[in-house]
């Protein structure tokens, strides 16, 4: 009742996020998943942790409707039909975005937004399609107040791609995280500078490795802050391993390796799959929402998404003699076997209603929370760890993003010689790209707009809060923190 009194007394809340936090506190009185007395203990010592999914779970965590499908045929849930021009499209996408649920009850995707938008503009002067670019982005960015918010470009260039960027590069908002699907034999050279060249004055977009990511389902987007799933489905569940925390129970490495790390993925994946139960059996979403009785999700494209948060500060806490993960073969090394250990647990582990991963639980580098203090995002090098080289740096990536299929990444803050030299960072990008990176993020050293772990803040909404003043987004509460205790401001700033 406390936090309850808190949430409603708070001058830092606004009207919605108080309203979004007190439902949260309505589920959490409940207790509906199944939970051994081991599970137990490591939630109560912090090596599991649900991410506030909330105690009795009524929506998948992520949901990647097939919003191409909705615009050719319309949703008669909505009452609305499907759009003829440019004006009816917006006005379409804007009240189904209003009805697509998510853990942050705001939708976690937007579609490839250039693919939805480029049909309907072809009469269009490019002055008239920014025009309403503008009052559409600005519509998504005030009412959708969360940033863990995503839409897709590419990996085709596209009229309607380069208009976005423009309009994004102009607006500087944190809403809607982006993402350049790139392959280089497909994305021709001036469109992935273009995106870049905006990346490095609003942090959008991203770009990632299409080649690689495409190869894990037939369809994927790119939602929340990196996440790599189906569309026409997406994750009924993310669930992490804290490794540091976990470690810390060991006596010795080999203990934490054969015994401990082993049993805590047995107890993650036991209560995953119970959550999952509940979803599909019990909470009625496939059998009510009108995205799944209208079929523009599927309940056999849903996944679990097996997440991991600290792999370095785990590796570093059996090392001697100074040496540390990014820079030291022996911390590296163990760092490996400890990946491929999970990665093999998870690749045998059998998780229910999960039919297009053949059941299997799918590993993410998962970003971290605002209340995890010297815990660095997935498998990333702490900040002032970092390799002089920057392309040491991103070897190091690729050698552990090999691992993943559902999403990571690395976050490279540029100095103002990136801005000059647009097409030497695309060259970084090949060349990562080649050795297996899968996914990079850039912004300039001196941008209001930042990336926290995955997701957008701007350094000005970070001071606001911080100064104890209420902020539109809700990310931002999240971002001030993790900014803080990441010590994010400190990243090594690169140059070309």
């Not at 009185?29 to 051994?36: A, C, G, H």
């Not at 491929?340 to 998870?346: L, P, R």
């Not at 050698?399 to 299929?405: A, E, L, N, T, V």
């Not at 559902?406 to 790209?433: E, H, M, R, W, Y």
Request: glycine share 6%; proline share 5%; net charge negative.
């Amino acid at each position: 009742m406390s936090d309850i009194y808190s949430i409603v007394t708070s001058q830092k809340l606004s009207y919605e996020q108080k309203v979004n936090a007190l439902a949260h506190a309505a589920e959490d009185t409940l207790s509906v998943i199944p939970m051994s007395e081991r599970t137990r203990f490591f939630f109560e010592k912090g090596a599991i942790c649900n991410l506030n999914e909330g105690n009795a779970p009524y929506r998948p965590r992520y949901i990647m409707p097939d919003y191409e499908k909705a615009v050719r045929e319309g949703v008669r849930f909505l009452q609305i039909d499907a759009p003829r021009n440019f004006d009816e499209l917006l006005t379409f996408l804007q009240i189904l975005y209003r009805h697509v649920p998510s853990i942050t009850t705001y939708p976690v995707f937007l579609g490839d937004l250039d693919k939805l938008i480029e049909p309907f503009i072809k009469d269009l002067t490019d002055e008239e399609v920014m025009r309403k670019l503008r009052l559409f982005f600005i519509y998504l960015d005030r009412t959708i107040t969360d940033s863990f918010c995503h839409a897709n470009l590419g990996p085709e260039p596209s009229r309607a791609g380069r208009l976005i960027l423009q309009v994004d590069k102009e607006l500087e908002q944190a809403v809607p995280n982006l993402t350049l699907k790139y392959d280089p034999d497909i994305t021709p050279d001036d469109f992935a500078e273009q995106a870049i060249l905006t990346s490095l004055y609003v942090a959008n977009p991203a770009i990632c490795n299409h080649k690689l990511n495409a190869k894990t389902y037939d369809r994927y987007g790119i939602s929340s802050c990196y996440n790599i799933l189906p569309i026409g489905g997406g994750s009924y569940t993310l669930t992490r391993i804290v490794l540091p925390r976990l470690a810390a129970l060991a006596t010795s490495k080999e203990e934490f390796l054969s015994t401990l790390l082993p049993e805590a993925l047995r107890c993650m994946a036991d209560y995953m799959s119970e959550r999952i139960r509940f979803i599909v059996e019990k909470s009625g979403f496939f059998e009510s929402n009108f995205l799944a009785t209208e079929g523009f999700v599927s309940r056999d494209r849903f996944v679990a998404m097996f997440g991991l948060v600290g792999l370095a500060e785990a590796a570093n806490m059996f090392m001697t003699g100074g040496k540390k993960y990014g820079t030291d073969k022996e911390a590296d090394d163990l760092a490996e076997q400890i990946m491929t250990i999970i990665s093999d647990f998870a690749a045998g582990y059998e998780c229910p209603y999960c039919e297009i991963s053949n059941h299997r639980l799918l590993l993410h580098a998962q970003v971290g929370i605002d209340t995890d203090y010297g815990i660095t995002s997935g498998v990333r090098i702490p900040v002032g760890d970092e390799p002089e080289s920057i392309y040491d740096h991103l070897r190091h990536s690729a050698r552990f993003h090999k691992f993943i299929p559902t999403g990571c990444s690395d976050i490279l803050p540029f100095d103002i010689t990136g801005k000059q030299n647009p097409a030497a960072i695309l060259d970084i990008v090949k060349g990562a790209f080649s050795v297996g990176q899968k996914y990079i993020a850039f912004y300039a050293s001196d941008s209001d707009l930042v990336r926290i772990t995955g997701y957008l803040v701007k350094r000005s909404e970070m001071e606001k809060w911080n100064s104890g003043k209420a902020v539109l987004q809700n990310t931002t509460q999240f971002g001030a923190p993790a900014y803080a205790s990441g010590h994010l401001a400190n990243r090594k700033v690169r140059g070309v």
